[in-house]
């Protein structure tokens, strides 16, 4: 069985940057495609970045160019690195996997004022 804990979340000012981090425990992390989604207050849960398990990327629309995401397979952990933050990019971040995905952890609240 596999959790994850993110954090780092914050409240920043507009063309700020912030660095979410999410452990993963349990085993096979490494051959899993990982994601970064957002929940923005009063909608669904969207996709915001992947990363698969051999390091490629891919990232919605909205977040290209602004958003890294990255892995460190020796940690079981996934990072997105977000930098020049816009208000819409408000919203509660959480990891889990591509395929199949397991219950969610708590999130990380990201809020950016304008």
């Known amino acids: 069985q596999v959790h994850f804990v993110e954090s780092g979340g914050g409240l920043v000012q507009a063309g700020g940057s912030l660095r979410l981090s999410c452990v993963a425990s349990g085993s096979a992390f490494s051959i899993n495609a990982m994601a970064w989604y957002r929940q923005a207050p009063g909608k669904q849960r969207d996709l915001v970045a992947i990363?698969?398990?051999?390091?490629?990327?891919d990232y919605g629309d909205s977040v290209k160019g602004r958003f890294a995401i990255s892995r460190d397979n020796a940690k079981n952990t996934v990072y997105l690195q977000m930098n020049s933050l816009k208000p819409e990019d408000t919203g509660v971040y959480y990891c889990?996997?591509?395929?199949?995905?397991?219950?969610w952890g708590q999130g990380t609240r990201v809020t950016v004022s304008s």
């Open positions: 990363i698969g398990s051999g390091g490629e990327t």
């Open positions: 889990n996997k591509v395929v199949g995905v397991l219950p």
